[in-house]
């Protein structure tokens, strides 16, 4: 059975295109010109990921992310203008999983969309495998490919964390609280710091760079073999 996408969007070409290239693709996808109808969509049809815009009449993109949340953890990514970087951020904690820029690429935004469709991370209460990382959390140990690293506790809980949110943005401030505490949600410094140390030690093992910066946003970790 296809998957299905809702698109909220105020802008009718956007959504015209976007249902065209999604249906190409084997989407069945619905649309919504009003934030409104999109919730009402939302809790009627349970669509499998939801693409918004972030800045609507009536209703922003940051409070259709809290509306979808209190609901499921649907995937949804995020429409923005370049201009919009605080209101991304604000979506991002608000439970918004990526977002796109306008205007964007078609490809890079199916790639999105295949990526937030695929099963999450295979994992049980204390085991994640995902990629070619296999970490063992009750044992404080990670294999990469089959090559022991070895981390401090703090770079542990913060790859850890990263990796139950592959391929998702997550943002300075939700990766503090989340690792240090909300004591530390202002203190970015901390996070600076523990994901080069985190890096180094990943990418003098294998040599591949698993940890991307979003800029002025925060962070996303792609494991080898996540994509294909």
Same mark, same amino acid.
């Given at each position: 059975?296809?998957?299905?996408?809702?698109?909220? /969007? !105020?802008? +009718?070409?956007?959504?015209?295109?976007?249902?065209?290239? =999604?249906?190409?693709?084997?989407?069945?996808? &619905?649309? #919504?010109?009003?934030?409104?109808?999109?919730?009402?969509?939302?809790?009627?049809?349970?669509?499998?990921?939801?693409?918004?815009?972030?800045?609507?009449?009536?209703?922003?993109?940051?409070?259709?992310?809290?509306?979808?949340?209190?609901?499921?953890?649907?995937?949804?990514?995020?429409?923005?203008?370049?201009?919009?970087?605080?209101?991304?951020?604000?979506?991002?904690?608000?439970?918004? /999983? !990526?977002? +796109?820029?306008?205007?964007?690429?078609?490809?890079?935004? =199916?790639?999105?969309?295949?990526?937030?469709? &695929?099963? #999450?991370?295979?994992?049980?209460?204390?085991?994640?495998?995902?990629?070619?990382?296999?970490?063992?959390?009750?044992?404080?140990?990670?294999?990469?490919?089959?090559?022991?690293?070895?981390?401090?506790?703090?770079?542990?809980?913060?790859?850890?964390?990263?990796?139950?949110?592959?391929?998702?943005?997550?943002?300075?401030?939700?990766?503090?609280?989340?690792?240090?505490?909300?004591?530390?949600?202002?203190?970015?410094?901390?996070?600076?710091?523990?994901?080069?140390? =985190?890096?180094?030690?990943?990418?003098?093992?294998?040599?591949?760079?698993?940890?991307?910066?979003?800029?002025?946003?925060?962070?996303?970790?792609?494991?080898?073999?996540?994509?294909?």
């Amino acid at each position: 059975m296809a998957n299905r996408i809702l698109v909220i /969007d !105020d802008e +009718v070409q956007i959504t015209r295109v976007l249902r065209a290239a =999604l249906s190409a693709k084997g989407f069945d996808v &619905r649309t #919504a010109s009003e934030p409104e109808e999109g919730i009402r969509l939302f809790r009627e049809w349970n669509p499998d990921l939801v693409i918004t815009d972030l800045m609507m009449p009536g209703m922003t993109g940051v409070e259709i992310c809290r509306a979808i949340r209190s609901v499921r953890a649907t995937p949804v990514i995020v429409l923005s203008v370049r201009e919009h970087e605080r209101s991304k951020v604000e979506a991002l904690d608000a439970g918004a /999983d !990526d977002y +796109v820029t306008k205007p964007f690429s078609m490809p890079e935004l =199916l790639a999105r969309v295949r990526a937030h469709l &695929r099963r #999450a991370p295979e994992s049980t209460a204390n085991a994640i495998s995902i990629g070619d990382f296999n970490i063992d959390i009750g044992a404080h140990s990670i294999l990469i490919a089959d090559n022991s690293i070895h981390l401090t506790p703090k770079e542990f809980d913060l790859l850890v964390h990263l990796a139950k949110h592959a391929g998702k943005v997550l943002t300075h401030r939700s990766l503090l609280t989340s690792v240090w505490g909300s004591q530390s949600a202002h203190q970015p410094e901390y996070l600076r710091v523990f994901v080069a140390q =985190l890096r180094k030690k990943l990418e003098a093992e294998t040599g591949k760079q698993y940890i991307q910066t979003e800029p002025w946003v925060g962070y996303r970790f792609i494991p080898e073999g996540w994509r294909d």
